[in-house]
């Protein structure tokens, strides 16, 4: 059996989620498709997949070779492209990832500059408020807020985030004085269910004194930042959220910050992209467009201008691969 056809079968199911699936989609037999994987199995020695009745998923070793597979035949294809002259820029379908509020706000609108300007290029973009393995679910680029887990990942810095708890002027006039964060358990808190319903925790001063926790009932639980954000324009309570999701509000004069000298945590924002893919050509043009933008917004803590994207006097379409000056690291 030839062994690329079995790789691209292995990587197919991975990515219709089913043998039947990976069968329509390469137009061959359920039987053939699981002939390949057998193949595949026997060769590397081990199970790549886990197999049930109702689901298939990659083994742990099944998600290393699925990423090294995905590299394998996106070089082969590219190797193609070239020797029929037909490689001149980034051409295909780019896939890409953020958490839904930044993704909306701040990402979407740098996607949607860049696929005017490189009309080769097509995007699948999915807005999650959940981790996902990028390898294992065939994603080009991701966005990421917080610390990265080691992984084989190549990450690229183009910011922070701080937190903020903010309430609406009416609220804050008509409700007791805030002045240290224990204070707010006398407050009508607005939390978001995935950050810690009942209790949000402080860093310590840098002084040595112990992290604070402040535990409180909340008001109101939400699933989103959006959620939460709209709450506290209407008055309803305090919530704590990044700066970035309410700089408009607070800009607009309906948010103010309280207890800023509490916040003094930072979270680095990345540009993620699988071990292998900053080489493809549709991934290296979008990082290389992406990154200036993103840089600009967080540097100035998320209260940058909201004007259009421009790809005006962008020249990143040639250039040579693997941007070391935008500061790529291996996590």
């Known amino acids: 059996m030839d062994r690329?056809?079995?790789?691209?079968?292995?990587?197919?199911?991975?990515?219709?989620?089913?043998?039947?699936?990976?069968?329509?989609?390469?137009?061959?037999?359920a039987a053939a498709i699981s002939r390949a994987l057998a193949f595949l199995e026997e060769h590397v020695g081990t199970e790549l997949l886990h197999r049930t009745t109702r689901s298939i998923r990659p083994s742990e070793a099944g998600v290393r070779y699925a990423e090294a597979c995905r590299r394998?035949?996106?070089?082969?294809?590219?190797?193609?492209?070239?020797?029929?002259?037909?490689?001149?820029g980034p051409r295909g379908t780019l896939t890409i990832t953020a958490p839904s509020f930044v993704g909306e706000e701040i990402l979407l609108p740098v996607i949607n500059a860049f696929l005017a300007a490189v009309p080769a290029v097509t995007a699948?973009?999915?807005?999650?408020?959940?981790?996902?393995?990028?390898?294992?679910?065939?994603?080009?680029?991701?966005?990421?807020?917080?610390?990265?887990?080691?992984?084989?990942l190549v990450a690229i810095n183009?910011?922070?985030?701080r937190r903020v708890i903010v309430a609406s002027p009416e609220y804050l006039k008509s409700h007791p004085r805030i002045a240290t964060p224990a204070d707010l358990a006398r407050h009508d808190i607005i939390s978001i269910a995935r950050f810690g319903h009942d209790s949000w925790r402080f860093a310590s001063s840098g002084d040595g004194d112990a992290p604070q926790i402040v535990q409180f009932q909340p008001k109101l639980v939400?699933?989103?930042?959006?959620?939460?954000?709209?709450?506290?324009?209407?008055?309803?309570?305090?919530?704590?959220?990044?700066?970035?999701?309410?700089?408009?509000?607070?800009?607009?004069?309906?948010?103010q910050i309280v207890l800023p000298q509490?916040?003094?945590t930072v979270l680095p924002v990345h540009l993620v992209t699988p071990y292998g893919r900053l080489s493809v050509p549709k991934v290296r043009a979008f990082v290389d467009f992406a990154v200036p933008h993103l840089r600009t917004y967080f540097e100035q803590d998320g209260n940058a201008s909201r004007k259009p994207f421009s790809a005006q006097g962008w020249t990143g379409l040639h250039r040579p691969p693997l941007p070391a000056e935008h500061g790529a690291t291996r996590t």
């Open 158 to 161: 183009v910011g922070t985030v």
């Open 262 to 264: 509490s916040e003094n």
């Open 124 to 152: 699948k973009v999915y807005f999650l408020d959940r981790s996902i393995s990028l390898a294992e679910e065939g994603v080009d680029v991701g966005l990421r807020i917080g610390r990265l887990p080691d992984s084989s």
């Open 222 to 255: 939400v699933d989103s930042a959006r959620a939460a954000t709209a709450s506290a324009i209407l008055g309803l309570g305090l919530t704590r959220v990044h700066l970035y999701q309410v700089a408009s509000a607070i800009q607009e004069g309906s948010l």
């Open 4 to 29: 690329i056809d079995a790789i691209k079968a292995f990587v197919t199911v991975l990515d219709e989620g089913s043998l039947a699936g990976a069968a329509r989609k390469l137009d061959r037999s």
């Open 72 to 88: 394998v035949l996106n070089e082969l294809e590219e190797a193609d492209r070239e020797a029929m002259g037909q490689l001149a």
